[in-house]
């Protein structure tokens, strides 16, 4: 594959850390942008990441020990336009990954301050990179990414992106219709929409990544030293459901399922992120060309996430019960879920390994980091809700295990 310039906006988040790695490995020229959010927002709540996450300049050193280069990270933030510009003039990358988000929902819904906060920073922040990369380097390939949350829970099948609706007798294809579910999700269909409008305006050649829920702590090759560990948060806001259950099982805590757990949605391991950006970053459309793709393994609901857990942790000898508490969010929890994911695999993707097999990878990384996790146990059930008010989701019933 030839030696690309990969900007990567987030380089310090749950995915760019370990992408910048990856991208380095590959002999990929790596330069990166963040503002350090994510880890304010984390301590912010009260909580830490379940990995010990090194400091920034600790990152940095450990890269120049471990890769023959050096690459350029730079703090700073998407909402200084004239830095960010004058970073990607001085940079020319071929290829830009937008990681650089806050991608919570929960943390969008606490109250008027969050979910604006949440919006301008994602929808004003892209903005800024589309409008930078048009003037500065207009050639360059935009890996943006989005989530599956923007589709919603259609009662039919989810295509990548677009459909071909007949109406009146008349045919068209359209934008499949976003129906998102949190102020978050609504700020990534806002950036679906400019991403496209830029595609239509000034033909930028753009992939549109609808990810589906992350979860993991490794990648292939994965360094040993702690300095280059991806972090792995456990709270209401930032604790993605998987990556939640496990850190709750090696406490002995039961996994707190919302409602009563039928909410399906498509999930992915953290390598095989790694593994599909890679392709994408690799085959970009061609010049003028705009490409919607559906990035998930596979689809499960809540409660088939919990018995799967549930079954690696009896391997490990360890004892999970099952929790149904008082669902914070609004959404349906029964519903149809049949989303399309044919592109990645036309470009090559293979699952690198089962759930249950992520998921004994993750307890082994999870269970020296106990006692983190107990100090902060209070955090592990949500009082952030949909309808505004503030308080601790109620038990809704108890299953233990055997
Ligand atoms: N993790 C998931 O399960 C998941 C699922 C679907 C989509 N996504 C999307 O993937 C992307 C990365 O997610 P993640 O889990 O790595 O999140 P993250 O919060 O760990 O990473 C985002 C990084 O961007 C930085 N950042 C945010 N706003 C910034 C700004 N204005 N300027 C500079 N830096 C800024 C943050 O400090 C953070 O380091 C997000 O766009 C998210 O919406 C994630």
């Known amino acids: 594959m030839p030696e690309r310039r990969v900007f990567v906006a987030g380089f310090d988040g749950y995915l760019g850390w370990p992408l910048s790695q990856h991208l380095l ?8 942008v963040d503002a350090f959010l994510r880890r304010e927002q984390v301590a912010g709540l009260g909580a830490c990441s379940a990995v010990p996450v090194a400091s920034p300049q600790e990152r940095k050193s450990a890269l120049r020990e471990h890769f023959q280069q050096t690459p350029d990270l730079r703090t700073g933030n998407m909402l200084d336009f004239p830095f960010l510009r004058a970073f990607l003039k001085d940079f020319q990358p071929d290829t830009v990954v937008h990681l650089a988000e806050i991608p919570s929902a929960a943390w969008s ?3 008027q301050a969050h979910c604006s906060f949440t919006q301008h920073n994602n929808v004003i922040g892209t903005l800024n990179l589309l409008w930078a990369m048009h003037e500065v380097c207009p050639d360059a390939h935009l890996v943006k990414l989005g989530t599956m949350g923007e589709y919603g829970t259609p009662a039919m099948p989810i295509p ?3 459909f071909e609706p007949e109406f009146r007798g008349r045919r068209d294809r359209l934008p499949f219709p976003r129906q998102a579910g949190s102020f978050y999700h609504w700020s990534k269909v806002h950036d679906s929409n400019n991403t ?8 930028l050649r753009a992939t549109y990544i609808m990810q589906g829920v992350v979860y993991g702590t490794e990648i292939e090759h994965q360094s040993d030293d702690p300095r280059l560990k991806t972090r792995l948060d456990f709270d209401q806001c930032f604790g993605t459901v998987v990556n939640r259950f496990c850190c709750q099982a090696v406490i002995g805590h039961p996994l707190t399922i919302y409602g009563q757990g ?25 010049a003028g ?23 690696a942790c009896s391997e490990e000898g360890l004892t999970v019960d099952i929790m149904e508490v008082e669902n914070p969010r609004m959404e349906s929890g029964r519903h149809e879920y049949q989303p399309d994911r044919e592109q990645l695999l036309a470009l090559g993707y293979q699952p690198a390994g089962s759930p249950l097999q992520e998921i004994r990878m993750m307890l ?6 106990r006692e983190r ?18 308080r601790r989701s109620g038990v809704l019933g108890r299953e233990a295990a055997g």
């Not at 060309?289 to 919990?306: G, K, L, S």
């Not at 082994?364 to 980091?369: F, H, N, R």
Request: proline share 5%.
């Open 373 to 390: 996790i107990e100090a902060r146990a209070e955090l592990l059930l949500p009082d952030i809700r949909w309808d505004g008010a503030h």
């Open 289 to 311: 060309d705009y490409c919607v793709v559906n990035q998930f393994d596979a689809c499960y609901t809540i409660n088939e996430i919990a018995l799967l857990v549930r079954q």
């Open 262 to 286: 039928g909410q399906k949605r498509g999930f992915l391991p953290l390598r095989d992120v790694m593994q599909c950006l890679t392709l994408v970053i690799d085959s970009p459309p061609n």
């Open 109 to 111: 819904m606490i109250d």
């Open 364 to 369: 082994a990384d999870l269970l020296p980091q």
């Open 196 to 203: 496209m409008f830029a595609w239509i305006l000034w033909g």
């Open 25 to 32: 490995k590959r002999g990929h020229v790596v330069a990166g």
């Open 160 to 162: 990548e992106g677009f």
